[in-house]
């Protein structure tokens, strides 16, 4: 009987294999939309490929499809409030008083950004805080559920 501890490369593919029991993180893909690049909108807007997902790892693609201005995503935790805290003179969000839990920030034009964070179940937000964006309709809301 060999009572040996197990060697480096055992360790190494018990790691890998734990790692791949998390499984890959879902993806949700964002373009970030104004007048700029599309004349016929209205207002500023978010676009997601999807709006549900599962609770775990979630990647989150933006793309800024804007010819002129800078975006960002920052994701939130909903908390059923009506409006957000808002700074009206600087015209943004106030950070300091929301659950923010991550940013993809400033996005050039035409440029892409990623963050992956791990969600439970609930309701969340995302949001541009570019000044006058938010205003503007530039968020979406995602629900997690299992």
Known sequence: ???????PAILLLALCGAANAA????SLAI???DS???PSLTHMRMVLDHDTLK???VTFEATNESKGLVHEVIVVRDKGVKDLPYDAKKNVVIEKRIQHLGEISDL???K???LTLDLKAGSYLLICNQPGHYKEGM????TVAP
């Not at 499984?23 to 879902?26: F, H, K, L, W």
Request: net charge positive.
């Open 1 to 7: 009987m060999n009572l040996r501890p197990p060697g």
């Open 23 to 26: 499984g890959p993180a879902q």
């Open 31 to 33: 373009k970030l939309q």
């Open 36 to 38: 700029s690049a599309d």
């Open 55 to 57: 609770p775990g790892r």
């Open 108 to 110: 050039p034009p035409g």
């Open 112 to 114: 892409s950004g990623k």
């Open 139 to 142: 968020s979406a809301k995602v």
